[in-house]
Every structure is written in structure tokens, then in C-alpha cells.
């Protein structure tokens, strides 16, 4: 008997867990899209209710994310003839066409190199999970959700715009920060930077927590 393959879950700050596979748009390829940032979710099942939600929501936020430079892919463990007929049936029932690529993970290789499989969960579906891989392909955040539970897409709009900011800008955003709201200077690291930032004309509540307009 063949070991079988040991998967470290993924980590943030580390390069996004290689995958390759066959898509109902056909075999793609995580590194192939470097260059982009990824949004990789898993459902649980398809023709459930809740998921039928989500990918619902996730189509309305699809041309969004594609504004900010961000491929948005699905994942589950059924078979891509399984997701192609739940993508059909959601065009002529629901009145919504599903516009990013499904992954079909029948031998869970791609779930459980990033730890979708949660047993006390169930061991047979994925839990919903949101991966946010930048154009580098380093992992920057993850969000992971019951079976029972649909996610939110203003949370993950408004994440996926905090790491851009966060990049483009070097700073931090606060709590429940939205897109042209202030943000937050990286704190000083020496006393020198502390008696240095209190003169810079930043909006500081105290030495280590200062906010600007960006």
C-alpha cells in the first residue's frame, strides 16, 4: 500500500499550497495565475440550499473582484459533470449565470492540502472556507466558515481591499475599516521613531496609535 501524502495546513504569510486540476472551465493550474490575486472558496455540496446562496452571492461580487485583479474559484468534492449541471440548473432556475471556475476535488487532494475537510463537520464534504492568495501567490488570509453557515461578501470585499491598501500603502486598517476611511501608520519601533512620529502631523491618539487619510 502506496503512504499516503501528508498536508501541513496552510499558513499566512507562506506561498499558497500548489494545486492543479480540472475545473468546469476547464485543468487549471494555482501558479498560472500568478500575477493575479486568487479567491479560493469551498461548498460544502452541490444542489444544496445554502450553497446555492453563495454562489449566488459570489457571482455578484465576481466582476467586482475582477476590477481589483482577483480570480475567483470554487471548490467542492463532487465531479465537474455534477458542478456543470448545478451551474445550468442555477442559469435556468435562479436566473443567475456562474462565471468563475468550479473545482472538482473527487479525491480531496486539493481540500485536504488545505485543510477544507473537517471531520467533526463532516468527512465526505468540505467546510466553507475562503482563501486569499496575492499576485505573489503567498497566502494572506483565511476565513472559515460551518456547513451551516453562508458567508458574508461584504467581508470579503472589504478584506480583499484592506490587503491591497495594506500593500499599496504600507499601513494598517482598523476595525471595521471600509475603503476611504483613515488608516493606521505602522507604530514606532525605537524611542527615536516614538519622538519622530508625535512631530509628523499624523491624527495620533497615542505613540503607538496614529491614523492617516490615504
Known amino acids: 500500500m502506496e503512504p499516503q501524502e501528508v498536508f501541513r495546513m496552510p499558513v499566512i504569510g507562506e506561498p499558497a499550497p500548489e494545486f492543479e486540476a480540472l475545473t468546469t472551465h476547464g485543468p487549471l493550474k494555482l501558479s498560472d495565475l500568478r500575477g493575479k490575486w486568487v479567491i479560493l472558496f469551498s461548498h460544502p455540496a452541490d444542489f444544496t440550499p445554502v450553497c446555492t446562496t453563495e454562489f449566488m452571492a459570489f457571482a455578484g461580487i465576481a466582476d467586482e473582484l475582477a476590477k481589483l485583479n482577483v480570480q475567483l474559484i470554487g471548490l467542492s468534492i463532487d465531479s465537474v ?85 495594506s500593500d499599496k500603502h504600507g499601513v494598517a486598517t482598523p476595525a471595521n475599516w471600509q475603503p476611504g476611511e483613515k488608516v493606521i501608520v505602522p507604530a514606532p519601533k525605537t524611542p527615536e521613531e516614538i519622538e519622530k512620529r508625535m512631530k509628523e502631523g499624523y491624527e495620533c491618539k497615542e505613540w503607538y496609535l496614529c491614523f492617516k487619510k490615504i
Open 81 to 165: 459533470h455534477s458542478h456543470l449541471a448545478w451551474v445550468r440548473n442555477i442559469k435556468e432556475k435562479m436566473g443567475v449565470e456562474i462565471p468563475f471556475p468550479v473545482i472538482a476535488d473527487l479525491d480531496m487532494k486539493v481540500a485536504r492540502r488545505y485543510g477544507m475537510i473537517h471531520p467533526g463537520q463532516s468527512s465526505t464534504s468540505t467546510v466553507r472556507t475562503v482563501f486569499f492568495i496575492d499576485d505573489a501567490g503567498i497566502m494572506r488570509a483565511m476565513l472559515y466558515y460551518p456547513i451551516s453557515n453562508g458567508r458574508s461578501m461584504p467581508e470579503i470585499l472589504r478584506l480583499t481591499k484592506a490587503l491591497q491598501t
